[in-house]
């Protein structure tokens, strides 16, 4: 059963580890940038004197009404629209990941405050542990550096001849 479970635990690491890397590469720098950039004071204030359920319902306000945005751009790409459908799903996949984590990270210690939350948000933690323990992510993770370090080296060297300087993004 192991070797049957080996090659699918690997396929789902993979899939996960490039899905979260993508979105979260470019959701995070996002949000950060909103926090920094846009003055939401009174808003950050109300949202934080929230109590804890309205604090969830808050918090689900994005998934609701995003979500259904991807069967939307599943239809889309299957009526041949594929340019339409992938920048509705991109899209809408990325601000309501910018959301989420903006509302989370202002709504957190309340959200914990709900045993349903609270006991949800640990289960999931737990399995992205175990997933993140498995040797298969290890491995995804170990290709992943190697490519990341791969693309750095290549553009040092492409800097080097051409004889401009390209900035790091480390």
């Known amino acids: 059963m192991k070797r049957i ?29 909103l926090e920094r950039n846009l003055e939401f004071k009174r808003l950050r204030a109300w949202i934080r004197s929230l109590p804890p359920y309205p604090s969830l319902a808050l918090f689900s306000v994005p998934v609701i009404i995003l979500e259904p945005i991807k069967p939307l ?9 594929f340019l339409s459908g992938m920048a509705a799903f991109v899209g809408c996949e990325l601000l309501k990941l910018v959301l989420v984590e903006r509302l989370f990270h202002l709504t957190r210690d309340k959200l914990m405050r709900i045993p349903a939350f609270a006991w949800t948000y640990g289960k999931f933690m737990e399995m992205k542990a175990w ?23 290549a553009k040092a060297r492409l800097a080097g001849s051409s004889g401009r300087l390209v900035p790091s993004r480390d």
């Open 73 to 81: 751009a599943a239809y889309l790409v299957a009526t041949g629209q």
């Open 131 to 153: 997933l993140q323990a498995t040797e298969a992510w290890r491995a995804i993770r170990a290709v992943s550096r190697v490519a990341k370090e791969f693309v750095v080296r």
């Open 5 to 33: 479970l080996r090659p699918v635990t690997y396929i789902l690491a993979a899939i996960y580890f490039l899905v979260d890397a993508v979105f979260m590469a470019v959701a995070r720098p996002i949000s950060r940038w």
